[in-house]
């Protein structure tokens, strides 16, 4: 179903994009105590359509551009917005353990992760002849 090529890096792509969501899901569960809480809703809806959505884009010719943007903007948009609520809901000294541990920098790194595949798919793309 996906080119031979690059079937390898869509299956991390899907892996990666899935654990991210299952994580947000699990850290700001979107239904809590029966309240929906549309501020968590709107990010797992756009992580869910990230990883269901955007392989089958990377794997077409015509898509592949707009898999690349959206990818693009939703890594710049999650790692601003997860920034963000790190350094509102900061508690305790900043030291280097802090922000490994008690912050969303890993989740950022996670999230980062996405940027190389996305750019390797990419490349495949753009090397292959029409």
Known sequence: MFKKQIHLLIAVFFLVSLGGLILHLRVHPPVLEGT???FFLIPAVFAGAA???????FNSRKLYPYAY??????????TITMA????THWKGPVTMMTILFN???PDIVILLAKLPLAHSILLYWRAKPR
């Open 51 to 57: 990883t269901f959505i955007l392989p089958f884009m």
């Open 84 to 87: 963000y609520f790190s350094v």
């Open 103 to 105: 912050s969303t920098f």
């Open 36 to 38: 929906l809480r549309l």
């Open 69 to 78: 943007l959206i990818n693009l903007a939703a890594v710049i948009t999650g």
